[in-house]
């Protein structure tokens, strides 16, 4: 590491608290039953056409790719999967963890703003590079009643910043992070 | 003292001052009322009486006194060897007592209808209570009011025993009740004290007299009888109920009650509105069932035919009663209109057969059976017509139970066997040298951390395992919530990661290589990682593995072997220049309860497909390519993909790889 790196302690606090609001905003969203379009990079403009960036969604090992390249976007084929587990659906988080990757996460940046200097001891500078990792334990509830099926579910999230969410323009309400990356397998 | 004028115009029918600016200052008025709906409740009326009696009745203890409640509950022990039933016996008195002819009675009896409780009042303990007789009332210029004066007095009586006792709280009268000229008034023995002391006050143009009521309660005998009455009336209804009931049918046949001997030798009609009569029946119909599973068991059917409904409102308890019914026969009644019906539109739902037969609606509304069967999913039989069948209510409900994603075999996208060689190397090492372990493929950057679920499903015949030496270090942010605790749950650098690993029990994996469906491994390239190398600014390439599986561990002390399952999420990078070539960014294990994998290796599409199986067997060739892979890397700071490509444009002599990435960074 050419510059100086952000202290793991400050890394580990940023990931952790974006980690908890995504885990409590993203499966609030899932047991809704509404679209969770708005966590993944693919809802940035920066992150796809200048990153070149995808998401990567693995579902019980099955890889959406948008329905084979039929112009259908990943996330909606995982929305696809979703809606076609029918209803009711509850998501129960048992147990999560996060953990840092890069301090200085860069990609969908221009080469001019990889360029700008940022602190690396203010905790809002930091989380504004900081990618990070997210492991989620729980359990998957379908149907109700005395229906009930309970399974176990293990999920792994890669978030990374979310340029359109930084700075002064910043559409309000915006996810600061977005997934990347997501597998997940039931049991 | 002159009477405070401006309450008399106060709003009488809602609870006394609720509402007005004062209420907040005689807190001990609100509080009467709260609790409960602030609009007087008109079947409240028993509730009054037997609690009423119960305050008076405090020192008495032969049967014709004490609580109300506890005498209703003496009677149903010693008459019937069955449970408790106050709640019954309350409905069944309602029933007798309530309606307009208990009002009537009750007026005629003295007893002021405004000062009905709401069913929120709970009889007074009689034991910390004081009676008082209040005298004044029928000679002051309240007693024309609305009510007869009584709010204004009781209000007058609070507020003046808070002023004259220089209170910090509100004095609170719990019960009143009109008999004759007098008032009593029930209060805790405290608050009476005080109440006393505005004995001989002005008050709306007349003095209040106020005295010690006599420990006798004044109607505790019609207390009794009336409690007596009441478990009489139970027993015929509960006598009637079983007359009605047919177990082999497991019908319980509701029709024409309005001709039913019984009912009209009790002279219930008179007594009591029907609707009133029919929850009655179906508290007691409730009571004689200890689960909702022996409920079902004992009546799926119910004919409520003949009864003049035309709004199922009248008979609204049936549905909380047996929300399970399956069969309803509501023929020869009135409905007019789906509007009759709408309030079960949401109830009900094991219903498969609703008779309507001879009901007005059947001219009015052709297209009701249409609504009918939309509203419940499972009804078959309407009036005598089939509207499904079993297969098609089957055949939805089948559909409509939700199905989890189904399972594929691994989603093992691999680069260059580099996931599947470090996966080999890992598990091995994790059990068998975790320093050496650590030393190859962590470094100052590296993370690690396990998170325990403890609320996991497991095998039934399996017991739960015990945490012991997990639980101190796990970092289950669920549990943990702190920023400190959190943070030292992190485990970062090799040194330190070491260190834990080996506070961390021993483990055994299964063989990876002859037990692989013990294991399900997914991977994937990943963008944007760190580079410690720092030629590349923008991130490096790597790989995320997240792998499942089961190990069992030794606790060091008893040495005793628990099995537990896993799964762990490992990010992997380019090593730092000069040391291993792949490295470990962040490795976040997460531990639960032994539970095995589903089998996702027999979806042989899948796995055959470019996936791990069969268990990883590295090819000299293919190991010999890995090592160049691994050095170029190193040499050049590519990240694994470019150096791959520069390899193949090479072909694989890595001289000339390496000749050509300094070509091409040159121009």
Redesign the interface.
């Known amino acids: 590491?050419?510059?100086q790196?952000p202290s793991?302690?400050i890394q580990?606090?940023v990931a952790?608290?974006a980690?908890?609001n995504f885990?409590d905003n993203f499966y609030e969203t899932l047991n809704r039953g509404k679209s969770p379009a708005q966590y993944y990079v693919s809802s940035s403009t920066k992150l796809t056409a200048v990153g070149g960036?995808t998401p990567?969604i693995?579902?019980?090992?099955?890889?959406c790719n948008g329905g084979g390249g039929e112009g259908g976007s990943v996330v909606a084929e995982y929305e696809k999967?979703?809606a076609?587990?029918?209803?009711?659906?509850h998501y129960e988080?048992?147990?999560?963890?996060?953990?840092?990757?890069?301090?200085?996460?860069?990609?969908g940046l221009t080469p001019a703003e990889?360029q700008q200097p940022v602190s690396t001891t203010r905790e809002r500078d930091v989380a504004e590079r900081l990618?990070f990792?997210?492991?989620v334990?729980?359990?998957?509830k379908?149907?109700k009643g005395e229906?009930v099926?309970?399974?176990?579910f293990?999920e792994?999230f890669?978030l990374?910043p979310h340029w359109e969410s930084q700075g002064r323009s910043a559409a309000r309400n915006a996810r600061r992070y977005l997934v990347?990356?997501q597998?997940?397998?039931?049991? | 003292m002159a009477p405070t004028g401006p309450r008399n115009g106060a709003p009488r029918n809602s609870a006394r001052g609720a509402g007005s600016g004062k209420a907040a200052t005689r807190g001990g008025i609100a509080k009467r009322r709260s609790g409960g709906p602030i609009r007087v409740d008109r079947d409240g009326d028993l509730d009054m009486d037997t609690s009423a009696a119960g305050g008076r009745g405090k020192k008495n203890n032969s049967a014709p006194a004490g609580s109300a409640r506890k005498t209703t509950r003496t009677n149903a022990t010693s008459s019937r060897p069955s449970r408790p039933t106050t709640k019954a016996s309350h409905m069944v008195a309602k029933v007798i007592q309530g309606g307009t002819g208990s009002l009537h009675s009750r007026i005629s009896q003295g007893i002021d209808p405004s000062s009905r409780h709401t069913r929120s009042s709970r009889p007074i303990n009689g034991t910390n209570t004081k009676t008082l007789i209040v005298e004044g009332l029928q000679h002051s210029k309240a007693k024309d009011n609305e009510g007869g004066g009584l709010k204004e007095l009781l209000i007058f009586l609070e507020r003046k025993a808070t002023t004259a006792g220089k209170l910090s709280h509100s004095v609170r009268i719990k019960k009143s009740q009109l008999r004759g000229d007098l008032v009593y008034i029930t209060a805790s023995k405290e608050d009476a004290e005080h109440i006393l002391k505005v004995n001989g006050f002005d008050w709306a143009g007349t003095k209040v007299h106020i005295t010690e009521a006599d420990e006798q309660a004044p109607n505790g005998a019609e207390a009794s009888s009336l409690s007596a009455d009441t478990q009489s009336v139970k027993e015929n209804l509960r006598t009637m109920l079983a007359q009605r009931y047919d177990p082999g049918q497991k019908l319980l046949n509701l029709a024409t009650l309005g001709n039913d001997p019984l009912l009209i030798q009790m002279n219930m009609f008179q007594e009591s509105t029907p609707q009133k009569l029919f929850r009655a029946l179906m508290v007691i119909c409730d009571e004689q069932f200890k689960t909702a599973q022996a409920k079902r068991d004992a009546i799926s059917s119910v004919t409520l035919a003949g009864n003049n409904i035309d709004d199922v409102g009248q008979v609204m308890t049936l549905t909380e009663t047996f929300p399970d019914l399956v069969h309803l026969d509501l023929s020869n009644n009135s409905i007019k209109e789906l509007r009759g019906l709408r309030k079960w539109q949401h109830r009900l739902r094991k219903i498969e057969t609703i008779l309507l037969i001879n009901n007005p609606i059947d001219a009015s509304n052709p297209t009701y059976k249409d609504e009918l069967v939309s509203w419940y999913p499972r009804l078959q039989n309407l009036s005598g017509t089939q509207v499904r069948t079993a297969e098609q209510v089957a055949a939805a409900e089948l559909a409509n139970k939700p199905t989890p994603i189904p399972q594929s075999g691994p989603d093992f996208r691999d680069i260059n066997g580099v996931g599947e060689q470090f996966i080999t190397d890992f598990i091995g090492g994790y059990d068998m040298d975790r320093p050496n372990l650590a030393a190859k493929y962590y470094d100052e950057h590296s993370h690690f951390s396990l998170a325990v679920n403890t609320r996991s499903s497991h095998p039934p015949d399996m017991p739960l395992p015990s945490w012991g030496s997990y639980l101190k270090l796990s970092r289950n942010h669920v549990k943990i919530t702190t920023t400190g605790a959190r943070q030292q749950r992190l485990f970062s650098g090799m040194a330190v990661i070491q260190n834990v690993w080996q506070k961390l029990p021993p483990t055994r994996h299964p063989d990876l290589a002859t037990q692989f469906d013990r294991y399900i491994i997914d991977c994937h390239p990943i963008s944007g990682l760190a580079d410690l190398s720092g030629q590349s600014p923008a991130g490096v390439d790597g790989m995320i593995i997240t792998f499942h599986g089961e190990f069992e561990d030794q606790d060091p002390e008893t040495k005793a072997t628990t099995k537990r399952s896993f799964s762990r999420t490992i990010v992997l990078g380019p090593g730092a220049p000069g040391r291993n070539p792949i490295r470990v960014a962040s490795d976040v294990l997460s531990l639960k309860a032994y539970n095995p994998l589903p089998s996702v290796h027999g979806t042989t599409a899948a796995a055959s497909a470019g996936a791990v199986a069969p268990p990883p067997v590295v090819s000299a060739e293919e190991a010999q390519k890995q090592q160049m892979l691994s050095e170029l890397c190193r040499q050049t700071g590519m990240n694994i993909e470019y150096s791959r490509m520069c390899l193949d444009v090479a072909n694989w002599v890595f001289d000339q790889a390496l000749a050509t990435f300094n070509e091409k960074r040159v121009s």
């Open positions: 590491m050419s510059q790196q793991h302690a580990a606090k952790s608290e980690a908890q885990v960036l990567d693995s579902v019980n090992g099955r890889v999967l979703l076609a587990q029918g209803t009711p659906v988080i048992h147990s999560f963890d996060a953990q840092p990757l890069n301090p200085n996460y860069v990609i990889q990618s990792a997210v492991q334990s729980g359990a998957l379908l149907g229906d099926t309970d399974k176990d293990n792994a890669v990374v990347v990356s597998n997940f397998r039931s049991f």
